[in-house]
């Protein structure tokens, strides 16, 4: 496996592997790599015959006071999970490599970018698309895997890819969630031990949810009404939003119909959570 920082030798490895008409796969991460990260890279290696991993915390989609400055970056631990699944190269560049200048030039995916964490986080997905854009214009594969737990993200860089005609298909793979159903997330090493626990009530309500629609209820108030019940269960969870939309359109909706999309974002302590399910109602 190859560790490479600049763009000229990503380029070079991965263009002499597609020289060889190799199917080239990308999983884009921000390292502190973990099981859900790992399903993406095994999803790589199942579809593709050459899988690149891209380390990179992003400044351009932290906004001011985030957590940009702690965030969790355990480099040897993420190169050693990537040699162990077989990844093919690894480009963790500098933010210098990335932005030798200021950047000036954005992609800003309309309308899908301004709700749910859009609301709270004004220029995160801007600087997720424009990341990504460069990710891919740089590597240039064939497929790129992201994860369904950033639901809106993977929504945002699907119509990137189809608006601007990038020659790339994007795999959207399930999230993968502690035993409790925690979604897997680098932030959750924010928690601790009592907050860790009470994290699981946010899948605990998107089940909930689940399960209400699977009896009958519509009614995306109702919905949300019996989820904040059990949020509240915790006195350390404070939910900044709970949205039942249009799994494709990213809209509110008042019943549920077709392909939903039930997110919630809350914070508990310093971490940000985010989770989702994603249902088709008949
Ligand atoms: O999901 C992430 O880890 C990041 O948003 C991504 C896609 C790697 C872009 O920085």
Redesign the pocket.
Known sequence: MEIVKTIEQVRKVVSEAGMASREIGLV???GALHEGHFSLIKAAKKQCDFVAV?I?V?PT?FGPGEDLAKYPRPFDADVKACKELGVDIIFAPSDKEMYPEKNITWVNVEKLSEPLCGKSRPGHFRG?AT??AKLFNIVQPDVAF??QK?AQ?AVI?QRMVADLNMPMEIVVCPTVRQIDGLAMSSRNKYLNDKERKDAALLYAALQEAEMLIGAGVRKSSELVREMEKILKISKQIKVEYISIVNAQTLDEIDEVKGKVLIAIAAKLGSARLIDNIMLDVE
């Open positions: 884009p991460t921000m891209s990179f992003n989609q997720v990341v990504c992201f994860g950033d993200q860089i």
